[in-house]
Nanobody, 124 residues
Framework: QVQMMESGGASVQSGGSLNISCAASGFASSKAYCMGWYRQAPGKQREGVAAIDFDGTISYADSVKGRFAISVDVAKDKLYLQMNDLKLEDTAMYYC?????????????????WGQGTQVTVSS
């Protein structure tokens, strides 16, 4: 059974940094997966943040480009999102996801697997 569990969410001040992670388990070891992050703030639409494909191709949403960095530790089955220069508008629940049925990019809206989310709150 595939499971994805995020951790590391916290309250930080504007301009600060935070690294959130996602532990993935239950995937078939013989297959490489696209993984990514998306977020959702109260009252707002879900927004794709970043994605990393099995060949290392990375994409970011324009809103986080230059501030966020996605990475994966294949040996540990962990996905990371380093967030720098955080802004008030980055406040959201952040979800990790994997194995989209279609394309692998930051705008991907459909994923086969996702976690329960970790809250990131940015204050002034």
């Amino acid at each position: 059974q595939v499971q994805m569990m995020e951790s590391g969410g916290a309250s930080v001040q504007s301009g600060g940094s935070l690294n959130i992670s996602c532990a993935a388990s239950g995937f078939a070891s013989s297959k490489a997966y696209c993984m990514g992050w998306y977020r959702q703030a109260p009252g707002k639409q879900r927004e794709g943040v970043a994605a990393i494909d099995f060949d290392g191709t990375i994409s970011y949403a324009d809103s986080v480009k230059g501030r966020f960095a996605i990475s994966v530790d294949v040996a540990k089955d962990k996905l990371y999102l380093q967030m720098n220069d955080l802004k008030l508008e980055d406040t959201a629940m952040y979800y990790c996801a994997a194995d989209p049925p279609l394309s692998c990019d930051a705008d991907t809206e459909v994923w086969n697997y996702w976690g329960q989310g970790t809250q990131v709150t940015v204050s002034s």
